[in-house]
């Protein structure tokens, strides 16, 4: 979750809006981040043994000591059913009609292929629904859909806050923050010929606002009160309520919010709820068939952008979608050059699969921290106000037992950074992280201290007794709560805790963490792991989730927004933020950043959270067949294909000449 506007409701996984959330992940692809080291290091050996021209090697499921063949993608071949007793075997790329029936080959060198984000999937659920809003809609949409035939308003460049103008050329918030001005620009057209138009954008938006059981419903009805159609080009949103960042939200930033607008002259012939899309789109890519085991678009030559000069065609051919299998198989499949990009691996699994082909690469062209920020952070959560930790002093000792390197370092491979602000290391953050530094060095939060946990349990009312705090004879006791896709942290901050003089012990959840998120959004738990998405640009964006507004109405009842577990209430806080809500944010207003500093002061001296490191994800890519990635020294985009701006991606990729 990035930034959001004021009153946001609950992003979960990909094809969901209730239930436990995955940030911009799905669990499987948060799991798959977590593989262990041990297996996929012998596998990435055994596959590569022989060289990268080799098939890769993975175990067979009857015999793990020996190995079956992995098919590398035929783009000239029609796919293959999926069978359940092969569900790591390649499947050949669809072959699409061309004109008069006759199957399309496209070579295996103009073919881009995605892996899918994240290890684990071994068929594509439900492949011919493409309607972006149905059950589901929102998962489709954050993959292959965003990349090929949907474009948006805008783009978004998180290294560095640019915002990209696309479908649209401009817009402008009205000074009541009652309304948004847009202006679409010249020239877009549908795939089928027709011009996209503001009338298309109003049926949208009016769409689902009236369409309860639609994907982002509930969220455009709250907001949006109608569209006023100026001409083609022109139109204003009118908002039930001020919202100065409705339009940033969910048409500019759009890491995870995907708002797809539909062509009107399909889409309102159709029973909506029932239909399973339209290949009617604007994007330079059309679906030309779809199985369990791929899907495929091929390039439209007549795209809209490459007519008007606004961009060149893109050099793939042929986009195709296939589920990567489990993580070894991934990875194994990456280094025998069988994806072109999706993977997602740990450091050292990242490090073994590069050694053995150059062509594997990630974010960071340095390393070690290879991968790249998502705008959340690992953070260890306190209940502020019910249990041992409604006790800032307590809070402040079990900070002082925390050694963020060391958990980076043994929770992580050292593939991120230690933080101490709940913000990420984006560029548009930058300005306000360094203005914190003065704060940062009053509260010194990064300060593991056996003096400081001393002095603050005194001041609680504890005393040491043996290896633990007690009060009035009682000894400090309580579970740390993990999330299965996190336990890496676990054993590591239940050591520290435990030296600090903490009898703690940590808890896992996994597979199923729905109890988890039942036990801590209700304001029973007293400290667990969790990410905590927000910032992408501006403070606000996590700063508001620490107003009382999210907190539980009293403990057991379930807290309003999924990140505000904290239960915090703080009348001074909760004024700063209502302030903040109501100003455009900027490194250089005053105004606004005299409230930041505020914030940031409460937020240090209060413990209301204790940010841990960056979430970074070691995403990579394979430029055997293709050149022209995002990387540290080209970072045009964040490196995430959930992510509608990795449409980029494919527009700027060259062929290598590789066969």
């Known amino acids: 979750m990035t930034d959001q506007p004021s009153a946001p409701i609950e992003r979960v996984g990909p094809g969901d809006t209730t239930g436990a959330p995955t940030s911009r992940f799905s669990s499987m692809s948060r799991r798959a981040v977590n593989v262990g080291l041990g ?5 990435i050996a055994a596959a590569c043994s022989s060289g990268a021209a080799e098939p890769a090697k993975t175990p067979a499921p009857a015999a793990p000591a020996a190995a079956a063949a992995t098919k590398a993608p035929d783009p000239t ?11 790591t075997k390649a499947a050949a790329p669809a072959a699409a009609p061309a004109a008069g029936g006759a199957p399309k080959v496209v ?11 994240g290890a684990g999937a071994t068929e594509i659920t439900d492949p011919d629904n493409i309607n972006p809003y149905s059950l589901g809609g929102l998962g489709r949409v954050r993959g292959l859909l965003n990349l090929t035939m949907y474009e948006f308003l805008y783009l978004y460049n998180h290294n560095d806050g640019s915002e990209i103008p696309w479908l649209a050329e401009s817009y402008k918030v009205a000074p009541d923050f009652k309304s948004v001005d847009v202006k679409i620009r010249k020239g877009v057209e549908w795939n089928d010929g027709k011009p996209f138009t503001s009338g298309d954008v109003k049926y949208t938006l009016e769409l689902l606002r009236d369409t309860p059981e639609l994907v982002f419903a509930s969220d455009i009805k709250e907001w949006v009160k109608d569209v006023a159609v100026k001409d083609d080009q022109n139109f204003t949103i009118n908002l039930n309520k001020p919202n ?3 339009f940033y939200f969910y048409f500019v930033e759009n890491s995870e919010i995907h708002i797809p607008i539909l062509p009107k002259h399909i889409w309102e012939k159709e029973k909506v709820g029932d239909f399973k899309g339209s290949k009617v789109g604007t994007g330079p890519y059309i679906m030309v068939a779809a199985t369990g085991q791929r899907q495929d678009f091929d390039r439209n030559d007549n795209w809209w952008a490459a007519k008007s000069g606004f961009q060149k065609l893109p050099k793939p051919l042929r986009v195709s979608a296939i589920p990567p299998g489990a993580g070894d198989t991934a990875v194994a499949r990456e280094i025998n050059n069988e994806f072109d990009a999706g993977n997602i691996m740990q450091p050292g699994v990242f490090e073994a699969a590069s050694a053995k082909n150059k062509d594997v690469i990630s974010w960071s062209t340095k390393g070690p921290a290879w991968g790249a920020p998502d705008a959340c952070m690992y953070t260890l959560g306190l209940n502020t106000k019910y249990g041992p930790m409604a006790d800032v002093h307590v809070r402040r000792a079990v900070q002082a037992s925390i050694n963020r390197a060391k958990v980076v370092d043994l929770a992580y491979e050292g593939s991120t950074v230690p933080l101490v602000l709940p913000f990420s290391t984006y560029g548009g953050l930058t300005p306000y992280t360094k203005m914190m530094q003065p704060l940062i060095d009053k509260y010194k939060p990064d300060n593991p201290s056996a003096e400081v946990i001393a002095s603050e349990m005194a001041a609680a009312g504890y005393k040491k007794e043996g290896a633990n705090w007690t009060k009035d004879g009682k000894k400090l006791t309580f579970q740390l709560l993990v ?8 054993p590591v901050v239940e050591k520290q805790l435990r030296d600090g003089g903490f009898d703690v012990t940590f808890k896992l959840f996994d597979p199923d963490t729905q109890p988890f998120f039942d036990t801590v959004r209700a304001g029973k738990a007293d400290a667990w792991i969790i990410v905590h998405c927000g910032s992408s640009r501006e403070p606000w964006g996590t700063l508001q989730h620490y107003h009382s507004k999210f907190a539980s109405s009293e403990q057991g009842k379930q807290n309003s927004y999924i990140w505000a577990n904290s239960q915090y209430s ?4 909760d004024a700063i933020i209502d302030q903040m809500d109501q100003i455009l944010s900027s490194p250089t207003d005053a105004k606004y950043t005299d409230l930041v500093t505020k914030a940031v002061d409460i937020f240090l001296k209060d413990v209301v959270e204790i940010t841990i ?14 050149k022209g990635f995002m990387t540290t020294e080209n970072a045009y985009a964040a490196p995430y294909s959930l992510w509608a701006a990795w449409l980029q991606v494919l527009l700027k990729v060259e062929p290598t000449g590789a066969a």
């Open 613 to 626: 490191s960056e979430e970074r994800h070691v995403v990579t890519n394979n430029q055997h067949y293709w």
């Open 39 to 43: 297996s996929s290091v012998a596998l």
């Open 244 to 246: 100065v960042r409705f």
């Open 570 to 573: 703080n009348k001074e806080y």
């Open 77 to 87: 071949k029609a796919p293959e059913p999926a069978k359940a007793a092969e569900p």
């Open 107 to 117: 070579a295996r060198k103009d073919t881009f292929v995605l892996g899918g984000f």
């Open 483 to 490: 999330p299965g896709w996190l336990k890496p942290m676990g």
